[in-house]
């Protein structure tokens, strides 16, 4: 029984969330839709195919995979630092039979669930755009879900170092956007230079954005397996850190 | 009013019962700063406990190892007959707490804020419910139910808060500042709750800087001071044994006061002479020396009280960290 109080969080954040549905899908889904429309449709359509997909149809589900990872970072970085300081949340679940364990869970389910959302949101519209999912794509929703969990961790890590809400800045510009352009969304990494090739396939989003474009298409050109790994021993380990560097910020 | 929630199993024997709080040699260390220094005390069942102290005298450094929220240098901690923090998940959730600082969801209405509370606790939710409902009306917030928090006044808030601590039905109460802030009319309406509460048996932990409030509702207090528990025992008591019955209070020139100082050594009080005011504090009836006193410009007469004691324990020059 324990083990699910974490859930209980969960359900707290989703009560706020609800007050503010609009607003936060529109922040979330905003960003990857203009993408689509001003690079796929805008730019695509005078470009020749990339590895034999339209340009719209080769970024459409990196930006998938972003969605995932801009709402479930954000929501564990700004979200989780104003429970944290401003309305002293933390404080008040701590004073309950809940423990920074239940805490951590609770956050990083809850940011993860946040950006699985965006990610399916996406996944939705992007028939208006042209791109028919494979059914395979069912398959896609589990590592979407890794990988908020993941981004959610990389958050709460921000969320327990951080002094002030500009510290955020570096997590944006110095993880985030780099991790966005970076990451095979909109240029193939196969075809890079090796050196290049190699760094690029170590940055977290890169696995996704990969099975995201295996998936949805139901093309494996590419060996899934070691992508899966990675991305459950990497979300592993950030799960962990966070939860070791949030009990130190909360228990002196 | 709420008769069911806050009623606790009565206990008639309180000394063969083990205590709710028991705390021995406990310290805590902020790298070098010793912050907590080898305090002990006990808070037995149905008591409320006074803890009082300046500023950085380690109540709060205190009452955070009690709940687990700081970790302690050494020492022993047993709550509810329970070894803490090893067994933190069960004594808490037997603790209620009122936090000093807000720490309410802003975005959720009045009864949002107790559901969710209530969540934690695994409070299944049609006695939840009904705990809400009976907490409400107790603190007279059942016709802002549905408001949300930002528009509550600063009364409000608090006797929402305490609403929160109660929805446990915690056997032990931890009140952290409870009346911060407030304006006489909410103090009285809380200090009444608190009140009821203890008629039926809540023990509770208090701290308070309103030293009235200690005094109306602690039956023992502990002052420490640098980390350091100075005194401990029954307010009444302490303050007749430690200031004395009465205080005069003298206003006047220091020829004035020189000359009243002397006369008063014919009686047994001790002086304390702070800028332009004597106090003198009686340890037997000095009515007699009123008269002397009827020549000086302005003084007053008035029974020894807790803030007295407390600045002679603690000093009277202020504690800024």
Redesign the interface.
Same mark, same amino acid.
């Given at each position: 029984? $324990?083990g699910f109080?974490f859930w209980?969080?969960w359900?707290?954040n989703g009560?706020?969330w609800k007050? $503010?549905i609009l607003a936060t899908l529109i922040g979330n889904l905003g960003q990857p839709l203009l993408f689509l429309l001003a690079m796929g449709y805008g730019l695509g359509r005078d470009m020749a195919p990339v590895a034999g997909l339209t340009y719209l149809q080769f970024i459409a589900p990196g930006l998938v995979a972003s969605a995932v990872m801009y709402s479930a970072a954000l929501e564990t970085t700004y979200g989780s630092y104003t429970r944290l300081t401003v309305?002293?949340?933390y404080?008040?679940?701590?004073?309950?039979?809940?423990?920074v364990v239940d805490l951590v869970l609770g956050e990083i389910v809850w940011g993860a669930s946040k950006g699985m959302l965006a990610g399916v949101i996406m996944l939705l519209v992007l028939p208006l755009f042209g791109v028919m999912p494979s059914p395979w794509v069912v398959a896609l929703l589990p590592m979407l879900f890794l990988s908020g969990m993941f981004f959610s961790a990389c958050g709460l890590i921000m969320t327990a170092l951080a002094k002030n809400y500009d510290f955020f800045n570096y997590f944006t510009s110095l993880v985030i956007t780099p991790l966005f352009l970076f990451s095979g969304i909109f240029f193939p990494v196969q075809t890079m230079a090796p050196p290049v090739r190699g760094v690029l396939e170590m940055l977290p989003l890169t696995p996704i954005v990969s099975l995201a474009r295996i998936l949805c298409y139901g093309r494996f050109d590419e060996p899934v397996l070691m992508k899966i790994i990675g991305s459950l021993l990497a979300t592993g380990c950030a799960v962990w850190l966070a939860g070791y560097l949030l009990r130190r910020r909360?228990?002196? | 009013m709420s008769q069911t929630i806050l009623q606790q199993e009565s206990v008639p024997d309180l000394s063969s019962q083990p205590a709710i709080v028991s705390v021995t040699g406990l310290t805590k260390r *902020?790298g070098d700063r010793l912050v907590v220094d080898n305090i002990s005390f006990d808070i037995q069942r149905g008591q409320c406990v006074g803890f009082l102290g300046p500023n950085g005298a380690g109540k709060t450094t205190c009452i955070?190892m009690l709940?687990?929220? #700081?970790?302690k240098s050494a020492g022993e901690i047993r709550i509810f007959d329970l070894e803490a923090p090893r067994f933190?998940?069960?004594i808490?959730?037997r603790?209620g #707490?009122v936090?000093q600082?807000?720490?309410?969801?802003?975005?959720?209405s009045v009864e949002?804020n107790l559901r969710?509370?209530a969540?934690? *606790?695994?409070i299944p939710r049609r006695l939840a419910r009904q705990r809400i409902e009976e907490l409400l009306h107790f603190f007279a917030l059942h016709n802002r139910r549905d408001e949300i928090i930002e528009h509550l006044s600063g009364g409000q808030r608090r006797r929402l808060l305490l609403a929160r601590a109660l929805l446990?039905e915690p056997q032990l109460l931890i009140l952290d500042e409870p009346t911060i802030g407030l304006d006489p009319q909410a103090r009285h309406l809380i200090w009444e709750r608190l009140a009821i509460l203890q008629a039926q048996g809540t023990t509770m932990l208090l701290t308070s800087h309103y030293l009235d409030e200690v005094s109306r509702l602690s039956q023992q207090v502990l002052i420490l001071d640098h980390g350091q528990v100075v005194v401990q025992g029954e307010p009444r008591q302490l303050i007749t044994d430690m200031v004395g019955l009465e205080v005069f209070e003298v206003d006047g020139t220091a020829a004035e006061l020189d000359a009243l100082a002397a006369s008063f050594r014919q009686c047994n009080a001790t002086q304390e002479r702070v800028g332009d005011k004597l106090y003198v504090y009686a340890r037997e009836d000095c009515s007699r020396l009123v008269k002397v006193l009827g020549e000086a410009g302005s003084w007053v007469r008035r029974p020894a009280n807790l803030e007295d004691l407390f600045i002679q324990l603690t000093g009277r020059s202020l504690r800024e960290t």
């Open positions: 029984m $324990n109080s209980t969080i359900l707290r009560r706020v007050k $503010n309305q002293k949340t404080e008040a679940i701590l004073m309950t039979p809940l423990g909360l228990i002196q | *902020f955070n709940l687990g929220l #700081v970790e933190h998940r069960d808490k959730a603790i #707490v936090p600082a807000d720490s309410l969801d802003p975005d959720l949002e969710t509370y969540g934690y *606790f695994r446990n």
